[in-house]
């Protein structure tokens, strides 16, 4: 079944959710389906995941464009994307590693890259920057609690400015609250986004 034509009916295998067939899409919702389908050429199934709940539809998407899409981001796409990867690996989310990983493939044109650095980033031969993105990215995913200073003065240390520090722990913190609703609902991952890129 195509993804578009998971709008119109209920399609247990986007979610372990069986809300049935969801409401028609407001004006703003149905602009959202289609700039994602004009991105990317598929909906994501964590958006038809919770159609039923539009506020939080298009809640998520404002918020994932504040902290990942910004035009005055002091990150790089590559480095927001290698966040992502990161926090998304670690949390073992299907669909976001799916999605996150053709971006990356698509930014770096080295699927091998992207593979190790999904397995364990720490093997991927990352420039130091990347690696201190990364490893601040890992620590806000496993132990936000445990954080201090001198986890900024590494991220200082690799040439990440005030403002770099900010976005960074934007994109992560989004990327665990993504996560966890993909999980929690059982979302599945797009084929679409396994086989970009490659």
């Known amino acids: 079944m195509s993804n578009r034509n998971r709008l119109e009916t209920s399609d247990q295998s986007i979610s372990w959710l069986d809300l049935g067939k969801p409401p028609k899409p407001s004006v703003e919702i149905k602009a959202l389906l289609d700039r994602t389908q004009e991105k990317l050429g598929y909906v994501r199934n964590g958006q038809l995941a919770v159609l039923h709940r539009p506020s939080l539809v298009l809640g998520q998407d404002a918020l994932s464009r504040a902290a990942t899409q910004d035009p005055d981001s002091a990150l790089s796409r590559r480095e927001r994307e290698l966040i992502a990867l990161v926090v998304s690996s670690e949390n073992r ?106």
Do not use: Q, W
Not at 132 to 141: F, G, P, W
Not at 171 to 180: G, H, I, K, P, W
């Open 93 to 198: 989310c299907e669909p976001c590693v799916f999605g996150h990983a053709a971006a990356l493939r698509e930014i770096t044109g080295d699927p091998v890259l992207v593979d190790r650095i999904a397995v364990n980033y720490r093997h991927a031969g990352l420039p130091p920057r990347e690696r201190a993105l990364a490893d601040y990215a890992l620590k806000i995913t496993r132990r936000p609690g445990e954080i201090e200073p001198e986890d900024l003065e590494a991220l200082r240390a690799a040439g990440l400015t005030e403002l770099a520090i900010l976005d960074a722990a934007a994109v992560a913190a989004y990327f665990n609250f993504s996560n966890r609703i993909n999980s929690a609902l059982g979302v599945a991952p797009n084929p679409e986004a396994s086989s970009a890129h490659r």
